[in-house]
Antibody
Framework: EVQVVESGGGLVPPGGSLRLSCEVS????????MTWVRQAPGKGLEWVAN????????YYADSVKGRFTISRDNAKNSLYLQLNSLRVEDAAVYYC????????WGQGTTVTVSS | DVVMTQSPLSLPVSLGQPASISCRSS???????????LNWFQQRPGQSPRRLIY???NRDSGVPDRFSGSGSGTDFTLKISRVEAEDVGVYYC?????????FGQGARLEIK
């Protein structure tokens, strides 16, 4: 069974940084794309970023481009999202998903941006 | 960018009755590889989303066969043949063909 576990969320002031992690098991991590999606409180789903199996290709939503960085460590079956220059509007539950189409989701990790 | 538009956004349905949600894309989401990357997700209250349908009409493992997906090009539909209490939640379509990937606004299904 595929399991996806996100961590690293927390409270950060505007302009601050955070690094989210996503650990995956039961899945050939190194063979597939990985995805981050977020959901602001009471809102719908927003795609954030994707990366290909070896991490050489990265795609970002315009709303996070230049501020967020997706990366992966295939030896650790782990995906990361570095969040810099955080804004109030970045507050959300961040979900990690397997594949390029969010095959399996984690439980999410909450990012709160507030002074 | 591809805009995904769902309708209706609110869906009151009686138990045992069918339900249908439409999803329209602002341009075709048929990919050059011959696939159409149109997915459907369910988010039950207080839970993470889970994928129900991928590539228009393929049910994910464990998804009851009362759920079905259809469509092509720019017009897609999720159908529930007989609504059960556990189907309450928000349903999202998502296109995975064009960057940036994009979701519909979500359609909330409730029991009448």
């Amino acid at each position: 069974e595929v399991q996806v576990v996100e961590s690293g969320g927390g409270l950060v002031p505007p302009g601050g940084s955070l690094r989210l992690s996503c650990e995956v098991s039961g899945f050939t991590f190194s063979a597939d794309w990985m995805t981050w999606v977020r959901q602001a409180p009471g809102k719908g789903l927003e795609w954030v970023a994707n990366t290909n199996p070896d991490g050489s290709e990265k795609y970002y939503a315009d709303s996070v481009k230049g501020r967020f960085t997706i990366s992966r460590d295939n030896a650790k079956n782990s995906l990361y999202l570095q969040l810099n220059s955080l804004r109030v509007e970045d507050a959300a539950v961040y979900y990690c998903g397997t594949g390029g189409q969010m095959d399996v989701w984690g439980q999410g990790t909450t990012v709160t941006v507030s002074s | 960018d591809v805009v995904m538009t769902q309708s209706p956004l609110s869906l009151p349905v009686s138990l045992g009755q069918p339900a249908s949600i439409s999803c329209r894309s602002s341009q075709s989401v048929a990919a050059s590889d011959g696939n159409t990357y149109l997915n459907w997700f369910q988010q039950r209250p207080g839970q993470s989303p889970r994928r129900l349908i991928y590539k228009v009409s393929n049910r994910d493992s464990g998804v009851p066969d009362r759920f079905s997906g259809s469509g092509s090009g720019t017009d897609f539909t999720l159908k529930i043949s007989r609504v059960e209490a556990e189907d309450v939640g928000v349903y999202y379509c998502m296109q995975g063909t064009h960057w940036p990937l994009s979701f519909g606004q979500g359609a909330r299904l409730e029991i009448k």
